[in-house]
């Protein structure tokens, strides 16, 4: 499709390290897992955010070597299939690399906790390429809670919100020139964030809470007040928190096959990302029975540019973190049925161009220029 060819398309959140931890080699077509490469040329694709994510479980290592390990996998990934794809350090080497026909690969961490509560991380960290943080997982991290963590267990926290080291980690990924991304973060973490940050601000993967509600959705204000800083909201594809429904119809289905998800998960040695796909695997044909679809998605892309506008906008797949996809764009091949809904609900090839990428371009050309890091 010529509009989608002719876009920057940007997919601001995947978690595909994780299976190349697992050896799974994404240079080729692969048969599990929803990202490798010549998946995401079929898609469109022009850059993608790989994230860097330590499971909270995973003590073998301290945080901050198992992230300097992915970091190292990502980037020697690059260098060795340069001709495809390409480490990406700012706005301009995505379209550099976009004009030579190849993917750009973006380095984000998902949850601080390799960075610990040392400042000079940070400095590591962007030095390496990381150009956007999540201050939190659904586990917190000692200097800002997590959405999970302030809803559901809010007795076992010692505080909520930013601390003032936390506050000072924020200033200084501000001054670094790191995107702050508050996906994950508790409400309190995200207006401490909003009050202390002075740059555009990102929700890499979250959704809409009017639509779908959901403690790691966003409400219309945090909407409003992301548009305010000049940020953008990625929506994430996760089924969980595009529809209601499928959230309950779920447990149902869980219930009912009980005996058979057991069975996986106490023979499974792997990670629990590849459990929970595996799980998907198994019951594939109820899952295809409740799963929300491509229109359910595109709710939410709509919801976001009614309530803020068109400016603040983009997608955040959360590919090869969920377990299971809407209807319609299963993988990252799909994504051109995103533009299609688009363009059937009147936008324009403009603002195409702003949803699928540009949007993304302009908050991180933005903070890149904000930068002052002595």
């Not at 959405?147 to 926290?157: F, M």
């Not at 639509?211 to 909201?233: E, F, T, V």
């Amino acid at each position: 499709m010529k509009i989608h060819k002719e876009a920057i398309v940007i997919d601001l959140h995947n978690d595909t390290v994780q299976r190349m931890l697992n050896k799974e080699d994404i240079s080729v077509r692969t048969k599990t897992g929803h990202i490798d490469i010549p998946r995401l040329r079929e898609g469109g694709i022009d850059a993608a955010v790989f994230s860097v994510w330590i499971p909270p479980g995973n003590k073998s290592k301290p945080y901050f070597a198992q992230a300097k390990k992915q970091i190292d996998l990502l980037l020697n990934f690059a260098k060795k299939h340069s001709q495809q794809i390409v480490t990406a350090y700012n706005s301009e080497d995505i379209l550099r690399i976009s004009k030579a026909g190849k993917i750009a690969l973006m380095l984000s961490m998902e949850g601080a906790h390799p960075v610990g509560d040392d400042l000079k991380h940070l400095d590591y960290f962007y030095e390496r390429g990381v150009r956007s943080i999540m201050l939190t997982w659904n586990n917190s991290t000692n200097w800002a809670t997590s959405a999970s963590d302030e809803t559901q267990s809010p007795a076992k926290l010692k505080h909520k919100g930013l601390t003032g080291l936390g506050k000072k980690f924020v200033k200084r990924m501000d001054e670094l020139g790191i995107i702050i991304d508050v996906s994950h973060a508790g409400e309190t973490t995200f207006w401490d964030v909003i009050k202390t940050s002075t740059n555009p601000i990102i929700a890499s993967h979250s959704a809409v809470a009017s639509i779908c509600p959901n403690h790691r959705n966003l409400s219309d204000d945090q909407i409003k007040a992301i548009a305010a800083s000049g940020g953008i909201i990625g929506v994430n594809f996760a089924p969980w928190f595009l529809d209601s429904e499928f959230v309950e119809k779920e447990k149902v289905i869980k219930e009912q096959n009980k005996a058979r998800i057991d069975s996986v998960r106490s023979v499974w040695k792997g990670d629990a990302l590849s459990r929970e796909a595996a799980i998907a695997r198994l019951m594939q044909k109820e899952y295809d029975k409740i799963l929300p679809t491509l229109n359910d998605l595109v709710n939410h892309i709509e919801y976001v540019i009614k309530l803020a506008g068109v400016d603040y906008v983009g997608l955040g797949s959360d590919f090869d973190g969920i377990s299971v996809a809407p209807k319609g764009v299963d993988d990252v091949t799909l994504y051109p049925n995103i533009t299609k809904e688009l363009i059937k609900r009147g936008y324009s090839k403009k603002d195409l161009g702003k949803i699928l990428g540009g949007n993304f371009l302009r908050v991180l050309s933005e903070v890149e220029k904000r930068k002052t890091p002595n």
